[in-house]
């Protein structure tokens, strides 16, 4: 089993950052893809970015060219580091990870088996 804990949350304005981080209980050598979603007040679960056991990394549209996902293997970490915020982008972020190998990138919540409990980013204009 693996248990997730996300850190790094807080408040920033428009146009500043966020570093992420989610730290597994355990060596994470039987997950295959590790991920970050959001929900903001009155939405659902949105995925944000993911990265796999090869290091291939996905983003959401709006992450684009704004966030970068990474993997810190000595530490069991995974980073998201978020730049240029909007305020859109305020919600509370999960760390997400699953051990199966699918056929397709996964982005949606029901894909994933272990999450964290999140941490609220806010984003002022």
């Known amino acids: 089993q693996v248990q997730l804990v996300e850190s790094g949350g807080g408040s920033v304005q428009t146009g500043g950052s966020l570093r992420l981080s989610c730290a597994a209980s355990q060596r994470t050598a039987r997950i295959y893809i590790r991920a970050w979603f959001r929900q903001a007040p009155g939405k659902g679960r949105e995925f944000v970015a993911a990265?796999?056991?090869?290091?291939?990394?996905y983003y959401a549209d709006f992450g684009e060219g704004r966030f970068t996902i990474s993997g810190d293997t000595a530490n069991n970490t995974v980073i998201l580091q978020m730049n240029n915020l909007r305020p859109e982008d305020t919600a509370v972020y999960y760390c997400a990870a699953d051990s199966v190998i699918y056929s397709h990138t996964p982005r949606e919540a029901y894909e994933y088996d272990h999450w964290g409990q999140g941490t609220q980013g806010t984003v002022s204009s």
């Open positions: 990265i796999n056991w090869v290091d291939n990394k």
